[in-house]
């Protein structure tokens, strides 16, 4: 279990380099302007880094256990379907999760 | 003390957020609930979403300190997730704020804030109402995540899969990040990272990838330089960057 000094550190950390990332760039905004290679990075980079994020929280699941599966290719379906339906984060998220919960819920063995 | 004008600001700072309100106070709710269930005191859900403050990063977070992941891969991860923050300096109007809240004004450019003030919308708000709008939305964000959290450790359930709410999430932002940009060797090469770094570096997964799909963008440039292909031309990518895939909620 984390300490609550490690916690306090790890939230310290993450707002740091959070504020840094958010107001560093107005101080040296003119040389990041005429960085191309930066610009292709920002618009290139969101959708890939999105998807990374996602495998990287789905690598506990045993692909295996079907009880373990099944709630994820479901929530998965669930929350592609929504969101190219709706277009509403909020919908799809929730929705998705829902769906997860319960199947997940009702197969834990 | 608030006279007519700042309080005309601040009404409208609150119809300005009243939609994307409506999306970060659940998800708050939903990090809440995750941050109890994942056996912190119900407290730390609002010190995660009040000063870490920036959404995608807050869940993911929760994972990594759970496993007591090293605070150096923890700055790296912070430093990757959020990135794409440097490019909000372009366009927000951080000159319209005076210059000592500029500090919390950066601190609180989150997407949502970015979308909010994007395209040239606040070019005639007062620096109270840009102001007003960021304490708004990181209000309902850090009420969410109290509201869940406390609920959460109230009532005794557990629920099975609630951390997919972080899956969905991800899933969510890559689809609207392809709409902004369909680039198909993106997506690709993102996914060969990542496979190539569970195989690899089993332990250090999220950064292998994220550097190995780094690196494979800045050789793709590399190549596409020397072509003498520019891969986005400098006007167009002026105006894309305004439109940058906006996740969480900025669906208007």
């Known amino acids: ?25 107005f101080a040296v905004l003119s040389p990041l302007r005429r960085s191309a290679a ?3 990075l920002s618009l290139r980079m969101p959708v890939g880094v999105m998807l990374i994020l996602a495998l990287y929280t789905l690598r506990g ?46 197969l834990h063995a | 003390m608030f006279d007519a004008r700042v ?30 269930h994942t056996g912190l005191e119900w407290w730390w859900a609002t010190v995660f979403a009040a000063v870490v403050y920036a959404g995608s990063l807050e869940f993911l977070l929760l994972g990594l300190v759970a496993a007591v992941t090293p605070l150096a891969q923890i700055a790296v991860t912070a ?11 372009l366009s927000f109007p951080l000159h319209q704020v005076s210059p000592r809240a500029r500090v919390y004004a950066t601190f609180a450019l989150t ?8 395209g040239g919308r606040a070019r005639a708000w007062s620096g109270a109402r840009i102001l007003g709008m960021q304490a708004l939305l990181q209000i309902y964000w850090a009420a969410g995540a109290t509201v869940g959290a406390v609920a959460g450790s109230l009532i005794p359930v557990t629920l099975h899969g609630l951390e997919f709410a972080l899956t969905a999430l991800f899933v969510v932002l890559a689809l ?31 950064l292998t990838a994220m550097i190995l799909f780094t690196a494979c963008l800045l050789a793709r440039y590399a190549l596409e330089r020397r072509k003498g292909e520019p891969s986005v031309p400098q006007e167009a990518a002026r105006e894309e960057v305004a439109a940058l895939p906006v996740p969480v909620g900025a669906e208007r």
Do not use: C, K
């Open chain 2, 79 to 89: 430093l990757l997730v959020n990135f794409r923050h440097v490019f909000y300096a």
């Open chain 2, 111 to 118: 997407d949502e804030a970015y979308a909010l003030t994007a």
């Open chain 1, 61 to 106: 699941v045993e692909p295996t256990a079907w009880r373990a599966v099944v709630p994820v290719v479901v929530g998965l379906a669930a929350a592609v379907a929504l969101h190219l339906r709706t277009r509403n984060a909020v919908v799809s998220v929730i929705g998705a999760t829902a769906l997860h919960v319960a199947l997940a819920t009702a």
């Open chain 1, 1 to 25: 279990m984390p300490t609550p000094l490690y916690l306090a550190a790890a939230v310290g950390i993450s707002a740091a380099i959070t504020w840094g990332l958010r107001a560093l760039p």
């Open chain 2, 176 to 206: 609207d990040a392809w709409r902004a940009r369909r680039d198909m060797p993106v997506p690709l090469m993102a996914a060969g990272s990542f496979a190539v770094a569970v195989l690899a570096t089993p332990g250090q997964a999220l």
């Open chain 2, 7 to 36: 309080r005309r600001d601040l009404t409208a700072a609150a119809a300005d957020t009243a939609s994307v309100g409506l999306s970060l106070f659940p998800l708050g709710v939903s990090l809440g609930v995750l941050v109890v």
């Open chain 1, 38 to 40: 930066l610009r292709d």
